[in-house]
T-cell receptor
Framework: DAKTTQPTSMDCAEGRAANLPCNHSTISGNEYVYWYRQIHSQGPQYIIHGLKNNETNEMASLIITEDRKSSTLILPHATLRDTAVYYCIVSSGGSNYKLTFGKGTLLTVNP | ETGVTQTPRHLVMGMTNKKSLKCEQHLGHNAMYWYKQSAKKPLELMFVYSLEERVENNSVPSRFSPECPNSSHLFLHLHTLQPEDSALYLC???????????FGSGTRLTVV
């Protein structure tokens, strides 16, 4: 699976959009980009995933660049409860589907 | 409640004890996973079960022994653990091939 690079930490003001970047320059054609988050001492929570098109759900939007070498997770109106470690993971599906977590980005939403 | 239930939530055990962690999912998934998360470290994938067959064992010491009796249940049997095995142990489930994992809340294990 391709490796990802994320900033160690970011801050965001409550009510503002949080934009979390991820670089995955070695991504291959059949690999998806997944985002999860982990609130302190809880299990990780799935947020969103995509292959090459931008995706949106009730939690967030995922913007993937045309060359697929980077992506941005957008939380449109961050709340204090969005404070968590956010993980960007690249993985193929199928029988080899497995998620390898890195260190992620600690997002702190400030009042 | 996420659909994946882990018990117990907290466990303190001595190095000579034998204990088991339990994971149960009611999501109809057919793949299950054990992860370990030590303090200030990324999650480490320990074991993968796909269609009740172990398909991955990431060089985990033999003092950790997984068991998957059916697609809804996963156990991690522990014996002769070391203090450095103290960590948060997380179970997850998914459909084979994805697209998403559902994690339990974890078992916080302390080895004394």
């Amino acid at each position: 699976d391709a490796k990802t690079t994320q900033p160690t930490s970011m801050d965001c003001a409550e009510g503002r959009a949080a934009n979390l970047p991820c670089n995955h320059s070695t991504i291959s054609g059949n690999e998806y980009v997944y985002w999860y988050r982990q609130i302190h001492s809880q299990g990780p929570q799935y947020i969103i995933h995509g292959l090459k098109n931008n995706e949106t759900n009730e939690m967030a939007s995922l913007i993937i660049t045309e060359d697929r070498k980077s992506s941005t997770l957008i939380l449109p109106h961050a709340t204090l409860r969005d404070t968590a470690v956010y993980y960007c993971i690249v993985s193929s599906g199928g029988s080899n589907y497995k998620l390898t977590f890195g260190k992620g980005t600690l997002l702190t939403v400030n009042p | 409640e996420t659909g994946v239930t882990q018990t117990p939530r907290h466990l303190v055990m001595g190095m000579t004890n034998k204990k088991s962690l339990k994971c149960e999912q009611h999501l109809g998934h057919n793949a299950m996973y054990w992860y370990k998360q030590s303090a200030k470290k990324p999650l480490e994938l320990m074991f993968v079960y796909s269609l009740e067959e172990r398909v991955e064992n990431n060089s985990v010491p033999s003092r950790f022994s997984p068991e998957c009796p059916n697609s809804s249940h996963l156990f991690l049997h522990l014996h002769t653990l070391q203090p450095e095995d103290s960590a948060l142990y997380l179970c997850a489930s998914s459909q084979v091939g994805g697209p998403s994992y559902t994690f339990g809340s974890g078992t916080r294990l302390t080895v004394v």
